[in-house]
């Protein structure tokens, strides 16, 4: 879903270790990046809180909403940590690339 919201049209590997190791965004800086793989440690952490919610809540499996989630923690991690982002909730959902290239 990320790959598809950022316009990355790719097949990712199985193994977690080379999944995060090959999860860049080709073409684009090295800081660029950096920030991207923030994206995927946050959805790695919205699957396992939703493993839990399902383990030990009875919940159920719900990627669209791990992915919103994840969304939302990013954008909120960016406007909290990193001083200079000036892009909105609204900009960052329907337009990411731009403003990852506005905080690189």
Same mark, same amino acid.
């Given at each position: 879903?990320?790959?598809?919201?950022?316009?990355?049209?790719?097949?990712?590997? *199985? /193994? +977690?270790?080379?999944?995060?190791?090959?999860?860049?965004?080709?073409?684009?800086?090295?800081?660029?990046?950096?920030?991207?793989?923030?994206?995927?440690? +946050?959805?790695? /952490? *919205?699957?396992?809180?939703?493993?839990?919610?399902?383990?030990?809540?009875?919940?159920?499996?719900?990627? *669209?909403?791990?992915?919103?989630?994840?969304?939302?923690?990013?954008?909120?991690?960016?406007?909290?940590?990193?001083?200079? +982002?000036?892009?909105?909730?609204?900009?960052?959902?329907? /337009?990411?690339?731009?403003?990852?290239?506005?905080? +690189?």
């Amino acid at each position: 879903m990320c790959d598809r919201w950022v316009g990355n049209m790719i097949v990712r590997h *199985e /193994s +977690t270790f080379v999944n995060f190791q090959s999860y860049c965004l080709l073409s684009q800086r090295k800081g660029f990046n950096r920030v991207w793989k923030g994206m995927w440690m +946050t959805i790695v /952490s *919205e699957i396992w809180n939703l493993r839990n919610k399902v383990v030990f809540k009875g919940g159920l499996v719900d990627a *669209e909403e791990i992915f919103c989630l994840a969304q939302l923690k990013v954008w909120l991690w960016f406007k909290f940590k990193l001083k200079r +982002t000036i892009f909105s909730y609204s900009d960052w959902h329907l /337009s990411p690339m731009v403003c990852l290239h506005s905080m +690189t």
